[in-house]
């Protein structure tokens, strides 16, 4: 399994970005997908999560700001932020689960989200 996810930098409060993560070697429309995020000196956090049949959720801190989606043809998830603030400042990683499964078990590189005041 590999997930690679893309798509971090720096940009403005109030700005936007879109991470994008691809993942191979599993079979992509039958897990669940994730975005996580750790900030400097905090706990990992769930961001957004999409099922197989699209169902999302989000984490308190980025409803009706961040949408997650995804395209099973080309095995990647996506995660639309708008409206950045400064506290969304954080390493963001793509995660994967067989539908199943409960906790998510496979995990990307991560990249670099940094919002500036």
């Known amino acids: 399994v590999q997930l690679q996810a893309s798509g971090g930098g720096l940009v403005q409060a109030g700005g936007f970005l879109r991470l994008s993560c691809v993942g191979s070697?599993?079979?992509?429309?039958?897990?669940?997908m994730a975005w996580y995020r750790q900030a400097p000196e905090k706990q990992l956090e769930l961001v957004a999560q999409i099922a197989t049949n699209s169902m999302t959720t989000y984490g308190d801190s980025v409803k009706g700001r961040f949408t997650i989606s995804r395209d099973n043809a080309k095995n990647t998830v996506y995660l639309q932020m708008n409206s950045l603030k400064p506290e969304d400042t954080a390493v963001y990683y793509c995660a994967t689960k067989p539908r199943i499964k409960i906790k998510y078990d496979y995990w990307g590189q991560g990249t670099l989200v940094t919002v500036s005041s």
């Open positions: 070697g599993f079979s992509f429309g039958d897990n669940s």
